[in-house]
């Protein structure tokens, strides 16, 4: 496949599906109009330029991330996971009916959609490829099957070629478990700014490099099935006050842990280091290894 399919915000919803579905990916232009767009830069890249680079390759020695972006920008996050092309798709694709019985009763349920994971992310001039992975990976996921998760990367910058734009295996998503991905099989989404990239988490992809002496910033969001999680919600229910007096143990068995290999983070931390620190001050911590590495 040469290149990407890209449509635009008035392409039907059941044609973005079929790419999907098809494809693993599709690029839908002016996902966000330039309002939204300039926005979104003047409230990250403060955040972006504080943050520091990361100490594995798999994120990316020359690549800045930040997370947490309902927290830096809430209103023009809300923009971007409600667009209907991409909310739409994330309910076609994964709100699937399944059923159960309860005695006699056989039920029909439908799960619905959570937003999983959140992160704006400038790769600076220097940067190599990352890795090419399957972000369903943190769930564990098995393949093939149907789907978990619908990302999108949104494009801050123009992505080409030569400044790291997201490298995707088209068809990937159709493959077992046992198929090692290859760069040769990579197409990149090349997009102008404003333009967004969909994937299904089986999809598999990666950051390219970037030769350039300019930097690329972008934004993603994971929308998920919402039954992956906990039937009840432990950090609403038990008080932080309440959980910082209860032995380490039962602190992470609460979901204060992260679950190998990358589940329950908080800014790419344990989320136990914030029982006794801020957020504030867990994002200015240098980042650790990849749990996937």
């Known amino acids: 496949m040469a290149d990407l399919t890209h449509v635009t915000p008035a392409a039907p919803l059941d044609d973005v599906v079929a790419i999907l579905e098809r494809d693993g990916a599709v690029i839908v232009e002016d996902f966000v109009d330039g309002e939204t767009l300039a926005g979104l830069r003047a409230d990250l890249e403060s955040g972006l330029d504080a943050a520091g680079y990361s100490e594995s390759g798999y994120d990316g020695q020359k690549t800045k991330r930040l997370s947490s972006l309902f927290h830096w920008s809430p209103r023009h996050m809300s923009t971007v996971v409600t667009q209907p092309q991409y909310l739409g798709a994330a309910r076609r694709l994964l709100q699937h009916p399944t059923h159960m019985w309860i005695g006699k009763v056989r039920m029909e349920v439908t799960p619905n959609i959570q937003v999983s994971f959140t992160q704006a992310i400038r790769i600076d001039p220097g940067q190599g490829r990352q890795p090419l992975h399957r972000d369903d990976a943190m769930h564990l996921w098995r393949h093939p099957g149907p789907p978990c998760r619908l990302q999108l990367m949104l494009a801050m910058t123009d992505f ?19 198929r090692a991905p290859t760069y040769a099989e990579t197409v990149p989404a090349v997009m102008p700014a404003g333009s967004a990239l969909l994937w299904p988490g089986g999809v598999y992809h990666g950051g390219g490099a970037n030769t350039t002496d300019s930097s690329r910033m972008s934004l993603s969001v994971a929308l998920d099935l919402g039954n ?33 290999p990358g589940l329950g983070q908080v800014a790419t931390q344990d989320p136990h280091l914030l029982l006794e620190r801020t957020l504030e ?13």
């Open 160 to 178: 080409t070629a030569a400044n790291g734009a997201t490298l995707v295996i088209p068809g990937s998503h159709h493959w077992d478990d046992e």
């Open 228 to 260: 992956l999680r906990q039937e009840e919600n432990q950090y609403l229910a038990v008080p932080r006050e309440t959980v910082q007096t209860l032995p380490e143990e039962v602190q992470r068995l609460l979901g204060w842990d992260r679950c190998p």
């Open 281 to 293: 001050e867990l994002t200015a911590r240098p980042r650790g290894a990849n749990p996937l590495m």
